[in-house]
């Protein structure tokens, strides 16, 4: 199969697929190659699977509302294994979802491997030249959490989905919406949640008032939220983690979870050689990339938000596509 394309999308996760469908669907000849599941980050480990757990950890408080509407409600307890069980079903199901709007377009070719620039761009290569076997890529941890999460026996987001059971009790380390959004989740599925932030409000970046709010919230619902505090020393005790902290604390906790950034899987592809200059930690720098090798995505210098719309096409990708390749589909082809 030669490669000649009017375009090259590198990951199908959300920005990727969108990429990939406007792009075809206005004639332009795609491929796409993802290293990993299709639906990256939103549906494999982010959004998705989070947004379930949300809903899972909601139900306590509903109890509590229908006692209050003079309901007899009994609880009970939270089934981990039945609910995991039926969150990767979902996460199935959903991939397969990806998989067919990729499969079922003209001018559209899927490969399951990782991109690797091998080759200067205007020689014909074939598909094995192009990539490397697949394995599972998404994004590495970032430097800091490799050290801290994987070296030191910690976990991250990703590991959360994957647990045999829920832990008694969890240190989160980080103070992003996705630190945040996992105290209250663990926190409303009965888990005792502590949670660290260096600085001195959660949510840097987000609306002051609203930090505010929401930290006093989540403290009011039993989440132990330690502000201008971090790991000091972090060693195992029995099947858990013991944690000295800045603030002078000193506990077992049964996981530690690092929240403290993602690093994009951007090495070992070549970017440097095609003249994508990379910033801290593998970021792209957005608006220096030229139209060929533009990176959507967890690689941009950008701060994600959560609640924004439509895991199922990122708006970056339809950008891309309306702007270049979907608009003058022979462009760039020599
Ligand atoms: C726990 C968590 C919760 C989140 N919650 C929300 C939320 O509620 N709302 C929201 O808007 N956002 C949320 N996000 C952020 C959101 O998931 C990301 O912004 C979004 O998924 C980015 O999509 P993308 O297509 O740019 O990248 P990704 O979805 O990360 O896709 C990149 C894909 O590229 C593949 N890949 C990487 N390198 C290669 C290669 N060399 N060759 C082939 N394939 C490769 C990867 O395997 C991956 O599948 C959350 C993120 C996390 C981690």
């Not at 075809?24 to 796409?32: D, K, N, P, S, Y």
């Not at 991109?115 to 430097?143: D, M």
Request: aromatic share 8%.
């Amino acid at each position: 199969m030669a490669f000649d394309y009017d375009l090259f999308v590198i990951g199908g996760g959300s920005g990727g697929v969108r990429a990939a469908r406007v792009a075809a669907q206005g004639g332009a000849r795609v491929a796409l190659a993802e290293a990993d599941r299709y639906g990256g980050t939103c549906v494999i480990r982010g959004c998705v699977p989070k947004k379930l757990m949300v809903f899972a950890s909601e139900y306590p408080g509903q109890i509590e509302d229908a006692r209050s509407y003079g309901w007899t409600v009994h609880a009970g307890g939270f089934d981990w294994p039945a609910f995991k069980t039926k969150l990767h079903a979902e996460l199935d199901r959903l991939e397969g979802v990806y998989r067919n709007i990729l499969g079922h377009q003209r001018g559209r070719h899927v490969r399951s491997a990782r991109a690797a620039r091998r080759r200067p761009y205007g020689r014909a290569g074939k598909w094995p030249e192009i990539f490397r076997k697949a394995h599972p890529a998404g994004h590495r941890r970032a430097p800091g959490q490799a050290r801290s999460a994987g070296g030191r026996g910690g976990i991250t987001s990703d590991d959360i989905f994957h647990l045999d059971e829920l832990p008694g009790s969890i240190l989160i380390v980080g103070g992003g919406y996705i630190a945040c959004e996992f105290a209250g989740i663990l926190n409303g599925l009965g888990v005792q949640v502590t949670q660290f932030y260096r600085g001195a409000q959660i949510l840097r970046g987000f609306d002051g008032e609203a930090r505010g709010l929401i930290s006093e919230e989540m403290i009011r619902a039993g989440v132990a939220l330690h502000l201008g505090t971090d790991i000091l020393e972090m060693g195992p005790a029995g099947d858990g983690w013991r944690v000295k902290a800045t603030n002078g604390t000193e506990r077992v906790y049964d996981k530690v979870m690092f929240a403290t950034g993602r690093a994009p899987n951007t090495a070992d592809m070549g970017l440097a050689e095609v003249g994508v200059r990379l910033g801290r930690r593998g970021r792209g720098g957005g608006r220096r990339l030229q139209p060929v090798e533009r990176a959507i995505g967890l690689c941009h210098r950008r701060r994600d938000r959560p609640g924004q719309p439509d895991p199922g096409g990122d708006p970056r990708g339809h950008g891309l596509c309306r702007d270049g390749v979907q608009c003058q589909p022979d462009a760039g082809r020599s």
